[in-house]
């Protein structure tokens, strides 16, 4: 029984990542449309199809294929010079751009929109105080709204209780909190405990003594931070890119599609609302991630594009191929070869 449910748990993940993935596709096509390029066939998965229909009006294919990995929005001529008036290549590098573009720019928008949901019904960026021991009683109270710890921004994946795990026994912190409606900044002791697990091992931990909600927002003040929450999203992305290049992020910070769907299926058996934490944040990270200038995504696809529009003629169009040919082989071995060394490490 409680195998089918985590089978559940991975068609809903599943579900989810592929919705994600058509609302990218959609942006391409839609965007295509506007332009009048020509379209060959709209895809969700990669593969053997499944499911298939061509339109007599268009002539356009939407198929649904076996490995729901991605998909993709074929266009006419998108690999060699232009065959026809409204194949790809024939467009002007603006309307291009524009349509490369448009995948990223539904993602990011639809992460945006759903951010409201996850304000309203998870929080985010905010804790609420439930109860306070008489550790730091002095300083705080029942209904304080912690906002930050010692400048660090305190969030849903990112609590107090992580944060003041590297501090010393005894040390103090400065927390930023929201009294009857003032900000102010206190100061909170940490103290120690420890604790034993099922296998009998002794766990220390901090706490400085107080139980906490997240902060549900009202849908206007959901609305008016969406922004700021979507921003904080798209740079944390960008900074855990940039930390990754630089090695200061580990392979177990990050997962491929198979390590997504695991998170989605674990969260969803816990508690099913996590779902609205997870829709708006990967969301948000697949349209940055297709930014990047790395072959085969719409990043460098746009970089190709501008520099063209430099050069005011293309690069050939056979090697743009063959790079991003390449590019998408290497991302795919190396998002899942990601997941396939995490679960090793697991296992050890």
């Not at 751009?97 to 949901?117: E, Q």
Request: charged letters at 20%; one cysteine or more; aromatic letters at 12%.
């Amino acid at each position: 029984m409680k195998v089918l449910m985590y089978i559940g748990y991975i068609a809903i993940a599943i579900v989810i990542l592929m919705l994600l993935v058509l609302i990218h596709e959609l942006g391409h096509y839609v965007a295509g449309k506007i332009f009048k390029f020509k379209i060959n066939e709209f895809s969700i998965g990669f593969g053997k199809a499944i499911y298939k229909h061509k339109s007599k009006k268009t002539g356009e294919q939407f198929s649904i294929r076996l490995i729901p990995l991605g998909g993709y929005c074929a266009f006419e001529g998108e690999d060699e010079d232009g065959l026809t008036p409204d194949s790809f290549n024939s467009q002007k590098w603006w309307k291009r751009l524009i349509v490369l573009f448009a995948g990223a720019f539904f993602n990011i928008l639809f992460g945006l929109f759903t951010v409201i949901f996850m304000l309203m019904i998870l929080g985010y960026d905010k804790v609420v105080v439930q109860e306070v021991t008489e550790l730091n009683a002095a300083t705080l109270k029942k209904g304080d709204i912690i906002c930050e710890v010692d400048g660090s921004y305190v969030s849903m994946f990112s609590t107090v209780s992580q944060k003041i795990q590297s501090y010393d026994e005894g040390a103090t912190a400065t927390l930023t909190i929201i009294r009857d409606g003032k900000k102010e900044k206190v100061q909170v002791v940490i103290d120690k405990v420890s604790t034993v697990d099922e296998e009998g091992k002794e766990i220390s931990s901090n706490i400085i003594g107080i139980s906490t909600t997240m902060y549900k927002y009202k849908f206007f003040e959901a609305l008016g931070q969406t922004w700021v929450v979507t921003g904080n999203i798209i740079w944390e992305t960008l900074k855990a890119f940039g930390m990754l290049i630089v090695g200061k992020l580990g392979i177990e910070n990050i997962s491929g599609p198979f390590g997504i769907i695991g998170g989605i299926a674990t969260g969803v058996k816990l508690n099913w609302l996590i779902l609205f934490a997870f829709i708006p944040i990967i969301s948000i990270n697949l349209g940055v991630f297709n930014l990047l200038p790395i072959p085969a995504l719409d990043g460098a696809r746009m970089v190709f594009v501008g520099i063209e529009a430099i050069r005011k003629k293309p690069i050939s169009r056979k090697i743009e191929g063959r790079i991003h040919t390449v590019g998408l082989i290497v991302l795919f071995t190396l998002v899942i070869l990601v997941d396939v060394v995490k679960f090793f490490i697991g296992l050890f």
